[in-house]
């Protein structure tokens, strides 16, 4: 998997709202990501690899965007679950 075929997919999968697809999508992203940022033998200077990188960029900010709506969204009901979960203070 290409970094930014991952990012694409995690895209596609949250603005489709289809959000429990996203744990089967997170290992193979985060070795591709791991892959990446290991890879010391690229040439940093080459515009190709420029344009990757924006590109990259892109994506990663688009996805953390979307990411943190969704997380907005949530917050109260997983707030709600918090407090509902949670045992009575003793006096």
């Known amino acids: 998997m290409q970094l930014t075929q991952g990012l694409q997919a995690l ?3 949250a ?4 959000w429990e697809k996203v744990d089967s999508l ?3 992203l985060l070795r591709t990501m791991e892959t990446v ?3 010391s033998n690229r040439n940093l200077t080459a515009p190709d690899f420029r344009k990757q990188v924006q590109e ?3 994506l ?3 996805a953390l965007q979307v ?3 969704r997380k907005d969204q949530i917050a109260p009901l997983v707030n ?3 407090r509902a979960i949670a045992p009575p203070a003793t006096p």
Do not use: M, N, W, Y
């Not at 603005?15 to 289809?18: H, I, V």
């Open 67 to 69: 990411c943190s709506e």
């Open 15 to 18: 603005e489709k709202g289809e």
């Open 26 to 28: 997170l290992q193979d």
């Open 80 to 82: 709600a679950f918090a």
């Open 60 to 62: 990663l900010d688009s």
């Open 37 to 39: 940022r290991s890879s």
């Open 56 to 58: 990259v960029l892109r």
């Open 11 to 13: 895209l596609d999968i």
